[in-house]
């Protein structure tokens, strides 16, 4: 836990904890995150739900960046390493003890299969060519748990089993334009993600003036706190708007204001006023928070993909691995190469006194803050603009009438 002594210390002891740590982490990931987008498309059926799914997660994570401010004050800016582990402990505390609960409380097979006081109902759920959910009568509770039975027993014995059958299956998947289409946009927006995010306080001290926000202030950890929380908010604003315009147009808006910002940013110059600097790298930090959208998307591919394929069940957590295999190179490229342009440029010669940072360095900086967001924008913009929902194809909207999608909710 403590910080290790430099001078009794061999120099890999601390390079091997952190590529550890760092491959520990790159490989359970991943899994957490591909069952979670599963269950994000088995939840519901409907886009509108999705997108209110989206809208609640958005929710919890403005909750959860109330611990930055805190962090930041207890580490001093990240300068007592000491207090900051201890602090992440404490973090790491409660969401084991939030999983814990989630757990004792889930509502599980024997919930479903025995609870008397909380009946189960089948609503058989539709659609017809507009998208319009038909309702079909309530069936008995005898049927119901009939049906579920079916359901788990059928789950024994998955259409994905065999490595065979799920190389076959990628395959099919691989050779959609419309994954690649999706994949090639995501992997823009996790490009900026990791371009800004990453960097995101190197930009702060250096397009800002350390007489602005001080390190180690609250003015500083504020900003921190709102770069977290402002983009959340504003996506929990916008979902409604995702109702009316669709995922892709809404999406697709972002990255046309993207454009807008990162203009103005170089024309302008962040570095003629360090107030723009700040309400810059805000900007971006929102525009890319709707990169949680995406999921929207995803499910949509999975919905065409099960449909054009004529499979007996979705391959949701296997679209959501390949997809997350094509995007997970940006996660070490982006903050490669930015490290890259600011190691050449001469960062480490500065970052102890950023006070005499020269114009030229910070003109750099300037452009890679806000040339990357704007390329990766065209990029997935153009990219994005081929990818068609199945919603929007006449012959597979047909099909879609034909196929069940079954849902059971309790009782209210």
């Known amino acids: 836990m403590k910080r290790y002594d430099p001078d009794d210390t061999p120099a890999w002891v601390p390079g091997l904890h952190f590529v550890l740590a760092l491959t520990t982490w790159s490989i359970a990931y991943p899994f957490v995150n591909t069952a979670l987008r599963g269950l994000f498309f088995d939840i519901s059926v409907d886009e509108r739900h999705r997108v209110k799914i989206v809208r609640y997660a958005e929710i919890a994570n403005v909750v959860a ?50 609870s008397e006081n909380q009946p189960l109902v089948g609503n058989e759920k539709n659609y017809d060519l507009e998208g319009e959910q038909l309702q079909f009568p ?37 050779s959609s334009k419309n994954f690649w289409f999706m994949a090639g946009t995501y992997f823009t927006f996790w490009f900026r993600t990791q371009t800004i995010g990453s960097f995101f306080a190197i930009f702060t001290e250096i397009l800002v003036s350390p007489d602005i926000l001080p390190t180690g202030s609250y003015s500083l950890a504020i900003y921190y706190t709102l770069s977290l929380m402002l983009p959340r908010v504003v996506l929990v604003v916008c979902t409604p708007i995702a109702h009316k315009i669709g995922t892709k147009k809404l999406i697709m808006f972002t990255m046309i204001l993207t454009w807008i910002n990162s203009g103005v940013g170089l024309l302008a110059g962040l570095t003629i006023s360090a107030n723009f600097a700040i309400v810059y790298l805000l900007i971006e930090s929102v525009l890319l928070r709707f990169q949680s959208m995406f999921a929207v998307i995803a499910c949509d591919f999975i919905e065409e993909d099960t449909i054009v394929h004529n499979r007996k069940l979705p391959a949701s957590t296997l679209i959501f691995t390949l997809n997350s295999s094509v995007v997970k190179s940006t996660i070490s490229l982006a903050p490669l190469l930015t490290a890259a342009f600011l190691a050449s440029s001469g960062y480490t010669d500065y970052q102890d006194n950023l006070r005499e940072t020269p114009q030229k360095f910070k003109n750099l900086v300037s452009l890679i803050a806000c040339g990357i967001p704007a390329v990766c924008a065209l990029i997935g913009f153009v990219l994005f603009n081929f990818y068609v929902s199945y919603k929007d194809r006449p012959e597979i909207c047909a099909v879609r009438t034909l196929r069940k999608f079954s849902s059971y909710e309790r009782i209210p």
Not at 149 to 154: S, V
């Open 65 to 114: 960046t109330t611990a930055l401010l805190p962090m930041d004050k207890i580490s001093y800016s990240l300068n007592n390493y000491d207090n900051f582990q201890y602090g992440c402990l404490v973090v790491a505390a409660i969401s084991c003890t939030c999983f814990e609960l989630t757990g004792l409380s889930k509502w599980g097979n024997d919930d479903i299969l025995n």
């Open 138 to 174: 309530r069936r008995s509770m005898e049927d119901d748990r009939q049906k579920v039975e079916e359901l788990f027993t059928e789950n024994e014995h998955l259409q994905f089993s065999s490595l065979k059958t799920a190389w076959i299956v990628s395959k099919e998947i691989l």
